[in-house]
């Protein structure tokens, strides 16, 4: 039930946040 659904949004907003630090750190 909503333990998957919590571990998909927390991958989804760990995958989100660490390109966002890559683009960030890029510059």
């Not at 919590?6 to 966002?20: I, K, Q, R």
Request: aromatic residues 18%; proline residues 0%; without cysteine.
């Amino acid at each position: 039930g909503m333990i998957i659904f919590y571990f998909a949004v927390g991958t989804m907003l760990s995958l989100f946040v660490d390109g966002f630090v890559d683009l960030t750190l890029a510059r």
